[in-house]
């Protein structure tokens, strides 16, 4: 997984580990957290959200491109990847959730990728780290 440019946030819901993991493992939920338009393509391959789940990105005027859950272990961890079109190359997410003391849920968010273009990975991290900073809290309380 080594890629040049990462993205890295942490936010703390007052929702479970449940909760959560429900709301991120959702594709339609994520639109607003990445300010993009979020179709499914298919289901995972042995629940709706599991591995080989696809959603389908469009930012912008940019190409949709796929991005495919790889891991997704129960109010724990989603692991995914671009699987199809994108301009970033290399990119994958981890989202790890750890249970706080009060009930609530740490969310550990990090996301690697490079580009093609010089200098196009660090604007895309720019953005993406506030966009997903600004839409974290709509997920879940």
Excluded at 3 to 11: A, E, I, K, S
Excluded at 40 to 57: A, E, I, K, Q
Excluded at 67 to 77: F, K
């Amino acid at each position: 997984m080594a890629t040049p440019q990462r993205v890295h946030v942490t936010h703390t819901f007052t929702s479970d580990p449940a909760t959560v993991f429900d709301r991120l493992s959702e594709h339609e939920n994520l639109g607003p957290v990445f300010g993009a338009k979020i179709k499914r393509v298919c289901d995972g391959d042995t629940s709706r959200n599991g591995p080989g789940s696809t959603r389908s990105l469009k930012i912008g005027p940019l190409p949709a491109f796929h991005e495919t859950t790889t891991t997704a272990e129960p109010n724990s961890l989603i692991e995914y990847k671009i699987s199809k079109g994108g301009p970033l190359r290399g990119h994958w997410g981890v989202q790890k959730l750890t249970p706080t003391a009060s009930g609530g849920t740490l969310l550990d968010y990090t996301i690697g990728f490079d580009a093609p273009v010089p200098g196009m990975a660090a604007v895309v991290g720019k953005v993406l780290t506030s966009s997903i900073k600004k839409g974290l809290p709509k997920l879940a309380p």
